[in-house]
């Protein structure tokens, strides 16, 4: 999971020209400017762009996931990858020949936002390959299918001293990872930019108990999460079908990630929601037993109405 995506798209570099150097120099002053506290997750409501796409050449993407099995993902640019924010989502993407469902896997570091670049599969089921780019209407999907039940790797180097982890199959954004080693309490965690939750003072031996929140306030749990790093630990849980409600519009801080041995590259308001909980062991047949839990009140969540920033605010 140490190679990423390459900085530039094959396609993008021939399609795109002078549009290439003008892109680069925009993230460069966006990064120079501390751009980061502009980006956003693409929202939920439908926001029109274009679409390239990129082959991954034997590489992964910096969300640090496996390739999906159908083939149908998508990178960001640096405001709506988010710092990693988006990993694991859905969007749904319309183009000229129809609509495809793609799953947040890489960022793309020369597109502006409203330029996604698609996997070359994904691009030939809404346009015509030889064309290059393509107009596109996207936007976020809420409580999407999944292929699996939630799998948790831990990485490689993590000890009971440093804990990071990968957790996949979540569906929605992500709002907080929270671990417990044994019968000990739970810690917070903190996301980086390649998509693993990290715990830099570690979470003890394990064998641990992970709660997962998304940005709707639904929750799952599982446990039995062994220190095993590099393995894909695999489970039933699944977190989606719960509330569609984002219950606070305050923006969760992007604490600075310890440095590692690998680096990767709201809607309206409504009436609070109940969040859905699980439990399972990390089996590949494990069972869930759902119960009702609330959202921690203290949860800071992901305004998706502020996924496309003012100009002047940036």
Same mark, same amino acid.
């Given at each position: 999971?140490?190679?990423?995506?390459?900085?530039?798209? &094959?396609?993008?570099?021939?399609? +795109?020209? =002078?549009?290439?150097?003008?892109?680069?120099?925009? /993230?460069a002053?966006?990064?120079?400017?501390?751009?980061s506290?502009? =980006? &956003?997750?693409?929202?939920?409501?439908?926001?029109? !762009?274009?679409?390239?796409?990129?082959?991954?050449a034997?590489?992964?993407?910096?969300?640090?996931?496996?390739?999906?099995?159908?083939?149908?993902?998508? *990178?960001?640019?640096?405001?709506?990858?988010? &710092?990693? =924010?988006?990993?694991?989502?859905?969007?749904?993407?319309?183009?000229?020949? !129809?609509?495809?469902?793609?799953?947040?896997?890489?960022?793309?570091?020369?597109?502006? =936002? !409203?330029?996604?670049?698609?996997?070359?599969?994904?691009?030939?089921?809404?346009?015509?390959?030889?064309?290059?780019?393509?107009?596109?209407?996207?936007?976020? /999907?809420?409580?999407? *299918?999944?292929?699996?039940?939630?799998?948790?790797?831990?990485?490689?180097?993590?000890?009971?001293?440093?804990?990071?982890?990968?957790?996949?199959?979540?569906?929605?954004?992500?709002?907080?990872?929270?671990?417990?080693?044994?019968?000990?309490?739970?810690?917070?965690?903190?996301?980086?930019?390649?998509?693993?939750?990290?715990?830099?003072?570690?979470? +003890?031996? +394990?064998?641990?108990?992970?709660?997962?929140?998304?940005?709707?306030?639904?929750t *799952?749990?599982?446990?039995?999460?062994?220190?095993?790093p +590099?393995?894909?630990?695999?489970?039933?849980?699944?977190?989606? !079908?719960g509330?569609?409600?984002?219950?606070?519009?305050?923006?969760?801080?992007?604490?600075?990630?310890?440095?590692?041995?690998?680096?990767? &590259?709201?809607?309206?308001?409504?009436?609070?929601?109940?969040?859905?909980?699980?439990?399972?062991?990390?089996?590949?047949?494990?069972?869930?037993?759902?119960?009702?839990?609330?959202?921690?009140?203290?949860?800071?969540?992901?305004?998706?109405?502020?996924?496309?920033?003012?100009?002047?605010?940036?």
């Amino acid at each position: 999971m140490s190679a990423h995506r390459s900085a530039f798209s &094959a396609r993008w570099l021939a399609a +795109g020209g =002078a549009a290439v150097l003008a892109g680069i120099l925009g /993230v460069a002053m966006l990064l120079t400017n501390g751009g980061s506290a502009c =980006a &956003a997750p693409p929202g939920t409501t439908q926001k029109s !762009g274009k679409a390239t796409f990129y082959d991954l050449a034997g590489t992964s993407g910096n969300c640090s996931l496996e390739v999906p099995a159908d083939d149908l993902y998508v *990178a960001l640019g640096p405001s709506e990858y988010s &710092a990693g =924010a988006s990993c694991g989502a859905y969007l749904d993407v319309t183009g000229p020949k !129809g609509k495809v469902r793609v799953k947040v896997f890489d960022s793309c570091p020369e597109c502006p =936002a !409203g330029h996604i670049d698609l996997s070359r599969t994904a691009f030939k089921k809404i346009g015509a390959e030889i064309d290059g780019i393509i107009p596109i209407k996207y936007k976020l /999907v809420t409580n999407p *299918a999944t292929p699996a039940g939630i799998s948790v790797r831990i990485k490689e180097g993590a000890s009971q001293y440093w804990f990071a982890a990968r957790i996949d199959n979540h569906a929605n954004l992500l709002s907080k990872v929270q671990v417990a080693s044994g019968g000990g309490s739970f810690k917070s965690a903190h996301r980086t930019d390649y998509n693993y939750w990290l715990i830099d003072a570690g979470a +003890g031996s +394990g064998p641990y108990k992970i709660k997962i929140t998304d940005v709707y306030g639904n929750t *799952a749990t599982v446990t039995g999460v062994k220190m095993s790093p +590099g393995t894909v630990q695999k489970t039933s849980t699944r977190i989606t !079908g719960g509330s569609t409600t984002v219950t606070t519009v305050e923006k969760a801080a992007t604490p600075t990630a310890k440095a590692t041995t690998s680096t990767p &590259a709201k809607a309206a308001k409504s009436a609070p929601p109940s969040a859905a909980a699980t439990s399972a062991a990390p089996l590949p047949e494990s069972a869930t037993a759902p119960s009702a839990e609330a959202p921690a009140a203290d949860q800071p969540l992901v305004d998706l109405a502020a996924a496309e920033p003012a100009p002047s605010s940036c």
